[in-house]
Every structure is written in C-alpha cells, then in structure tokens.
C-alpha cells in the first residue's frame, strides 16, 4: 500500500486521492514519484480494470506544494531542476500508458499539477464548485508544464486553452462543461456515485479491449489518417481473436447481456 497517497480497491475500481486535506491536497516529491511509480505497475495488474482520483476533504489537489516543492526548486540546479520537471512528466505518462481508463471526480481546488492530472485522465466529472486552473504563468512559468500544450487544446480547443495558459484563470465548472472538458457535472453528493458508475460501468466491460482504445487514443496523435486507419485495423483482429468477443456474439445469439472477463 502506497505511504504518500490513499488507495482503496473494491471490485476492480481502484479509488486513489491526495492526504493532504488540510492544505487543499498538494502534491509533494513523495507523492509525485510515489504516483508515477504506482501508475506505471498497474500495466501490469489485471485486478484492477479503472481508476477513480478522487477529491479528499471538499478540494480536488492544489498542485505542487509551496513549502514542500516550489520552495526548494528556487535553490536547485539546471539538472536538479530537469530531474524534477521530467519526474512530473513521467507521472503523466505513467497515467497515458497504464492501460487502465482513469476517472477525475473534481471537487473544489483543482490547480496546477492537481489540473494537469485531472487532464491526464480518460472521463472528469465535477462539482459545481470546481475551478480549475492551469496557473504555471502565476508562479513566473511557461503554461507548458507536464504537457498542458498538447493535451488541453485537444481537449477544449486551441484559443481555450491558450486563454487558460496565459491568464492562469480558474475555468468554472460550467466553462469545463460547455468546453468538453468535464463529461458531467453533477452536485457533490453525487459526485462519487457518478465516477463510480462510470467506472463500474468500465470494469463490466472487455478489459483488454479497453486498453486497447486507450492505447489507441494515446497513439493515434502523432499518426496521419491512413496510419490510423491500419493501426485500428490490426489493433481490432486483435481483440477479435479475444474470447470477450466471441462471448458477446454468443450473448447476443442467446439474447443474454454478455459477462466480460477481459481475455
């Protein structure tokens, strides 16, 4: 069990969330490399089929932390500065290539690192008290952070997010909804009922499969259409040969809902 983060797993749903909730969650080297280091095994771990990052104590995370982080960074060298810049980036990575769909359930505060990881996941539901703000430029950094350039524009449009990069402004619940950028906003009560159907409705699902489309949803960015065209051709005869497949299709003949077991 990880020291630096909470972790909870119930029938293929893991619930991951800062403990921090005094100071608004925020991030600290342990927990950044702790994260990484968890998101990068769980490639790795077929009992769990989807995450939820969940908020703790009203707030989602405040990003790096002031004392803990942005402090000693002022004092560090160019190449303990890189060290530190690539291990953020390697936690979103690590969140892309895990093989598992990740639900954010955003509540309150949801700044800096704590929006670059609410961006990083696959759904985000929200509260409509969240803000979220991209506010590198209000600490005297670049809005590229973590790769807030090339996700967010693909996420919400390319002048929404240079809006939200350059002013470092909170984007309201309502804004994150209208933009695409939550898939649900809902009041907090049913915040956690509703990342959780979300991903109870995943963890029902073919599993390999669903890795196979967050993959392909990662890949296909740098690929032109006719190589994703072949791309999605070979990463589909694959799942066919999947026995997921043939029981949907043995499902459907019996008129039964078919009972995924992600092989």
Same mark, same amino acid.
């Given at each position: 069990m990880p020291q630096?983060?909470?972790?909870?797993?119930?029938?293929?749903?893991?619930?991951?969330?800062?403990?921090?909730?005094?100071r608004k969650n925020p991030?600290?080297?342990?927990?950044? $490399?702790? !994260?990484?280091?968890?998101?990068?095994?769980?490639?790795? /771990?077929?009992?769990?089929? &989807?995450?939820?990052?969940?908020?703790n104590g009203g707030n989602f995370s405040s990003g790096g932390d002031v004392h803990d982080i942005?402090?000693?960074?002022?004092?560090?060298?160019?190449?303990?500065?890189?060290?530190?810049?690539r291990m953020t980036g390697d936690l979103v990575k690590a969140m892309i290539g895990c093989g598992k769909p990740i639900i954010a359930a955003v509540d309150g505060v949801c700044a800096g690192a704590g929006a670059i990881i609410a961006m990083a996941s696959d759904l985000?539901?929200?509260?409509?008290?969240?803000?979220? $703000?991209? !506010?590198?430029?209000?600490?005297?950094?670049?809005?590229? /952070?973590?790769?807030?350039? &090339?996700?967010l524009p693909r996420i919400i449009g390319q002048g929404r997010a240079a809006e939200l990069l350059y002013l470092g402004r909170a984007m309201t619940?309502?804004?994150?909804?209208?933009?695409?950028?939550?898939?649900?906003?809902?009041?907090?009560?049913?915040?956690m009922a509703t990342a959780g159907e979300f991903a109870?409705?995943?963890?029902?699902?073919?599993?390999?499969?669903?890795?196979?489309?967050?993959?392909?949803?990662?890949?296909?960015?740098?690929?032109?259409?006719e190589q994703a065209i072949e791309a999605e051709a070979q990463a589909?005869?694959?799942?066919?040969?999947?026995?997921?497949?043939?029981?949907a299709y043995e499902a459907f003949v019996k008129k039964e809902k078919p009972v995924f077991q992600g092989d």
């Amino acid at each position: 069990m990880p020291q630096h983060f909470l972790l909870s797993i119930e029938n293929g749903i893991a619930t991951v969330s800062l403990d921090r909730p005094e100071r608004k969650n925020p991030l600290t080297f342990d927990s950044y $490399a702790e !994260l990484r280091d968890w998101f990068r095994g769980l490639v790795y /771990d077929d009992t769990v089929k &989807a995450v939820i990052f969940a908020p703790n104590g009203g707030n989602f995370s405040s990003g790096g932390d002031v004392h803990d982080i942005i402090g000693p960074l002022t004092r560090m060298s160019m190449k303990e500065l890189l060290a530190f810049t690539r291990m953020t980036g390697d936690l979103v990575k690590a969140m892309i290539g895990c093989g598992k769909p990740i639900i954010a359930a955003v509540d309150g505060v949801c700044a800096g690192a704590g929006a670059i990881i609410a961006m990083a996941s696959d759904l985000r539901v929200a509260t409509p008290s969240a803000k979220t $703000a991209f !506010l590198f430029n209000r600490v005297g950094l670049a809005g590229c /952070d973590m790769g807030a350039c &090339a996700i967010l524009p693909r996420i919400i449009g390319q002048g929404r997010a240079a809006e939200l990069l350059y002013l470092g402004r909170a984007m309201t619940a309502e804004e994150g909804y209208n933009w695409g950028f939550f898939n649900r906003v809902v009041e907090p009560d049913q915040l956690m009922a509703t990342a959780g159907e979300f991903a109870r409705r995943i963890a029902e699902g073919p599993n390999f499969a669903n890795m196979m489309t967050k993959t392909m949803l990662a890949q296909e960015w740098s690929m032109g259409l006719e190589q994703a065209i072949e791309a999605e051709a070979q990463a589909q005869a694959i799942c066919m040969q999947g026995q997921d497949f043939t029981r949907a299709y043995e499902a459907f003949v019996k008129k039964e809902k078919p009972v995924f077991q992600g092989d």
